[in-house]
């Protein structure tokens, strides 16, 4: 049986395995520079084959597949290949986009809690609540409670 596996996604879960392998057929002129990603720690993370096909490492992609199952109650777990952006692909609200269990945890977080809450001060705001003269105050204010501790 014949099987075409062109333009096909392999994801790698072992460190350094397409950083070590790109360069072997980078040698062998097998891969040219295009479609890949590189990092400072793990040299290159991404690369297309001659064939079409997109090598990737994804530490975490165990973790976000059983992650996915239990966040849309279900074992069917669907993958978007290229710009998910635009696409509406299911009914399943959490779908595998390549992404990382940081990336999955944020995504989650934006659709169940409106996003992750923040706070920001103006510039007065900042430098009064940093001031030398708040510090000095609470200082006081915590010996005064503090002696009124001791004398009861």
């Avoid at 064939?51 to 994804?58: A, L």
């Avoid at 103006?122 to 915590?142: E, P, Q, R």
Wanted: net charge negative.
């Amino acid at each position: 049986m014949d099987e075409n596996h062109e333009k096909t996604i392999i994801h790698i879960t072992d460190n350094r395995v397409i950083h070590n392998t790109f360069y072997k057929l980078a040698c062998a002129g097998d891969v040219y520079n295009v479609g890949f990603k590189m990092s400072k720690k793990g040299g290159i993370t991404r690369f297309k084959y001659e064939n079409g096909n997109m090598i990737i490492f994804n530490p975490d992609i165990n973790a976000v597949i059983d992650t996915i199952k239990i966040l849309n109650k279900t074992d069917n777990v669907e993958v978007v290949e290229g710009d998910e952006s635009e696409q509406d692909i299911s009914n399943n609200k959490y779908v595998f986009k390549n992404q990382r269990i940081h990336t999955l945890a944020r995504e989650y977080l934006d659709k169940e809690f409106g996003g992750v809450p923040s706070s920001t001060f103006n510039t007065a705001g900042d430098y009064i609540f940093h001031s030398d003269l708040l510090k000095v105050m609470l200082l006081s204010v915590g010996l005064m409670s503090l002696k009124s501790l001791l004398r009861i």
